[in-house]
């Protein structure tokens, strides 16, 4: 991973820099950065195609330190995963936040177009952001958490709920506005199939060691979804 990526998904939308995961190539880090550059090499090593399971001792050697070293920074790997997971979090809810509240501002002017370009670009954010982190779609679809700690894929499915139940509003709000009704058992199918196109485009992603990008055909892919 090559420093913090500056997330662009439009013109008119700008993610915040998150927590930054920052490069570890200082000999002697300040206090309290040694954390993020564990972080940091352990998002690089998922970056591997080979899919193999990562280990203390792996990630000790590449930073170059002890087990021991890391150990003073996290209690266990599963928590080193947590601060993977929290920046994915971050990253992605900002994003999210931003559709929700331009959405909201095109409501209050009445120009509101329905909710289901605002649905499609969720997940249009979600996709660009697995493709430029590759180590990181591999921590969202649960391939590198294969054998790590049940929370951590809880925790996922956690976030994937969410962003299901920001859809879902989404669509709601927009059928709302467009003729005052609020189709919940449609808005709750439509939410559930864009999720389901998400993670399928990312494990795709992830098992063709990156080669097949979530991004591909993507507009026209979301059109069918969404109409």
């Known amino acids: 991973m090559q420093g913090v990526p500056t997330f662009s998904i439009d013109a008119g939308l700008q993610a915040p820099t998150p927590a930054p995961l920052e490069s570890i190539d ?15 090499m352990l998002a690089r090593m998922l970056e591997q195609p080979t899919g193999e399971r990562i280990t203390t001792a792996a990630l000790a050697a590449r930073l170059g330190v002890s087990e021991a ?16 997971i929290e920046f994915i979090e971050q990253s992605v809810f900002s994003l999210i936040n931003q559709i ?10 009445a120009t509101h177009a329905g909710g289901a370009p605002q649905a499609a670009r969720m997940i249009a954010l979600l996709l660009q952001f697995a493709e430029k982190n590759p180590g990181m779609a591999r921590v969202m679809v649960g391939d590198a958490l294969v054998f790590e700690n049940d929370r951590l894929i809880q925790r996922m499915n956690q976030f994937f709920d969410k962003i299901e139940s920001s859809l879902k509003q989404c669509i709601r ?15 709750q199918t439509s939410a559930s199939v864009l ?33």
Do not use: C, W
Not at 69 to 84: D, I, N, P, V
Not at 100 to 109: F, H, K, N, P
Not at 196 to 225: C, D, K
């Open 173 to 187: 709000d927009g059928a709302l506005a467009e003729n005052g009704s609020t189709p919940t058992v449609q808005a």
């Open 100 to 109: 929700v509240e331009r959405q909201a501002l095109t409501i209050d002017l």
């Open 69 to 84: 070293a890391l150990y003073r920074h996290f209690a266990s790997k599963a928590q080193m995963f947590e601060g993977l």
């Open 195 to 227: 999720v389901a196109f998400a993670i399928g485009r990312m494990q795709r992603f992830v098992r063709s060691g990156y080669r097949r990008l979530p991004t591909e055909n993507m507009e026209a892919s979301l059109s069918l979804i969404v109409g």
């Open 26 to 40: 200082r000999k002697r880090p300040k206090p309290g950065e040694r954390r993020v550059q564990i972080l940091e």
